[in-house]
């Protein structure tokens, strides 16, 4: 297959891939979409495997068929719950391959000193940079997520002067590279120190503001996988990795501006340290926690008109998804209308509750975006807090020392009652207090979200 | 097409697709952000394309073919995983309740 031909059917490529992000802009098409996508990139890999100067076919094949097995795999076993981390997961495999990619390259064509052009090492040097970045970052998001390692933020001394002197290192060899010391072991080191860093900025960053770390890591493995393209004069890389850099740079601003707070300080405030204190001057502010029986709570909804449901991580992590749909099930056969409150960064993902829901068969247009519901909490008789905490922590609206004050809450406490499904009084998972459980209209429900819920469906039925 | 027109030809695509992965993106409702994280994760799985052609090229030592490979194992991951992971997500998403309920109801 000749060159122009070759980049014809990439074009095609590069059509399906415009075609399935716009198709996600409608959830009746969104499916759709992705299976053009997908399409897409077959025909991507079969032009490849025709392309004259590809000689070693069944190395290759062995290659996929391993590497699609395994994310077969991982992609039809992971559960909805811990989807957050499948994310994670390739997207940081997504990012190695880049930087193994500009490696080889660079053993291919640098065997001696100064025969690069400086585009060339340019791209070389940055998607082994970013590539690498990304790779690490995204396996310790995984292991933070999947809770292989702790997820509140690891810090000590000398961090941040630490992480700044290693990229600083790794940006001086990259222009040492660029200027023309083209050896092998530099780029190797630059992508190891990329490594290192990686791991290094991503543990300080606390388990809530994984929405904003995901969606980064999204964007850096575009960047790489566009600065691929440019090492291989290759438009359909260039063209989907800066479909993807723009995909994720968009989100990650969306998911600072939903927690009004800048990406730096996501990024470098090493946030929810202030737990201890925080919490204990909360703690004797005054109020006293009420705590309800499962009947209670049963009544309550039982017999309310307008319930909104406020899913936040600890649905997740309890699995309750499917329950809470019976409940929500068995409530609406009692004629009680329930919708749900989605605030953006619920949850370790952009969007994280509502796949939850829609795994759980409620009906999307009954999940309602922060904007759209909070001007309904005040006509809503109970709102039910099912293991969230930050998204409607009341500090952040009232109080300007708190970490954090200006972040947009969901106004549940404007409702009538307010009851809040919590494992116990500790504070959630950025660590902060949170004035609502000693609202006057609050009553919490303590216990796992799961069980708690299974006793509310039993104690609802015999109403 | 000489080194430096190719080039300014490649950068006119980048910014062009820059542009347009913004105003697509930006349609994309909330509801979706996690379909549409994994859909863009499988998108640049298209490294696999810059995988094999560092794999498969000939006149390649041990090493490029080797790091190619382990390359195109990843790739293949993340394209595979990425669509299907996307899929499987993207068919819960209904507007009305199924007929047939899970979990007995």
Redesign the interface.
């Known amino acids: 297959m000749g060159r122009d031909a070759t980049n014809l059917a990439y074009l095609a ?1 590069i059509v399906t ?2 075609v ?3 198709f ?5 098409t ?2 759709r ?3 053009i ?2 399409v897409g ?1 077959l025909v ?2 079969a032009v ?2 025709a ?1 004259a ?5 069944w ?2 094949v062995v ?10 795999v ?3 076993r ?1 559960k ?1 719950t811990a ?1 957050p981390q ?2 994670a ?3 940081g ?2 990012g ?3 930087a ?2 500009s ?3 660079f ?2 064509l640098a065997p001696a000193v100064g025969h690069l ?1 400086r ?1 060339i090492s340019i791209s070389l040097v940055l998607s082994a940079l970013i590539g690498s970045i990304s790779f690490s970052g995204s396996m310790v998001a995984f292991a933070k997520l999947q809770e292989l390692v702790r997820g509140r933020p690891i810090t000590y001394p000398g961090q941040k002067l630490g992480n700044l002197l290693l990229f600083g290192a790794c940006i001086a060899a990259g222009v040492v590279i660029v200027a023309g010391y083209e050896h092998q072991w530099l780029l190797a080191a630059l992508g190891l120190g990329a490594g290192l860093f990686g791991i290094l900025f991503v543990l300080p960053i606390g388990g809530a503001d994984m929405p904003v770390v ?2 980064l890591l ?1 964007a850096f ?2 960047l ?3 600065a ?21 740079t ?2 990650t601003v ?1 998911m600072g501006r939903a927690m009004n707070r800048s990406i730096a300080n996501v990024l470098f405030g090493a946030f929810g340290q202030i737990a201890a204190t925080g919490a204990a001057a909360a703690a004797t502010n005054g109020g006293t926690v009420r705590a309800a029986t499962a009947d209670d709570v049963a009544v309550m909804l039982a017999y309310a008109q307008r319930v909104i449901v406020v899913p936040g991580y600890g649905l997740a992590v309890a699995q309750a998804q ?1 329950d809470l749909r ?1 409940l929500a ?1 068995l409530l609406e056969g009692k004629g009680v209308h329930v919708s749900y409150a ?1 605030h ?1 960064v619920a949850g370790r ?4 509750m ?2 939850l829901l ?2 759980a ?1 409620v ?3 009954q ?1 309602k ?1 922060m904007d759209e519901i909070n001007p309904e909490f005040s006509q809503t008789d109970v709102a039910l807090v099912i293991g969230a905490n930050d998204v409607v922590n009341l500090e952040a609206r009232n109080n300007p020392s708190s970490p954090i004050y200006g972040m947009p809450i969901l106004n549940v406490d404007q409702s009538a009652a307010v009851v809040v499904l919590k494992r116990s009084m500790n504070p959630g998972f950025a660590g902060i207090d949170n004035p609502l459980f000693l609202n006057p209209k609050t009553v919490m429900l303590f216990g796992d979200a799961k069980d708690s819920i299974a006793k509310l469906t039993a104690a609802a039925k015999t109403l | 097409m000489s080194h430096t027109t190719l080039l300014v030809f490649e950068l006119t695509i980048l910014v062009l697709a820059i542009f347009l992965g913004f105003e697509v993106i930006s349609k994309v409702p909330t509801l979706l952000h996690t379909p549409l994280m994994s859909g863009t994760n499988a998108i640049h799985g298209i490294v696999i394309v810059g995988a094999m052609l560092v794999a498969g090229l000939g006149h390649k030592d041990t090493l490029t073919i080797v790091v190619g490979l382990v390359a195109v194992v990843l790739a293949s991951a993340n394209v595979v995983g990425g669509f299907v992971v996307t899929d499987r997500m993207l068919e819960m998403f209904r507007k009305r309740e199924a007929t047939v309920k899970d979990d007995g109801g």
């Open positions: 490529t891939f415009v399935a992000l716009r996600l802009s409608n959830p009746a969104a499916r979409g992705n299976q996508g997908a990139m991507a890999i490849t495997f392309n100067n590809v000689v070693s076919y190395e290759i290659g996929m068929v391993v590497g699609g097995a395994l994310g077969a991982a992609a039809l992971v909805m989807m499948m994310v997961l390739f997207n495999v997504g190695g391959a880049a193994l990619i490696l080889a390259e053993h291919t052009r585009d995901i969606s999204n493995t575009g790489a996988a566009a691929t393209g440019f090492e291989l004069e290759n438009n359909v890389l260039i063209v989907a990795g800066m479909l993807v850099g723009a995909s994720g968009l989100l969306m499917h019976q099930d989605i953006p993902m952009p969007g994280h509502n796949v829609a795994e068969n009906p999307y247009p999940l975006e």
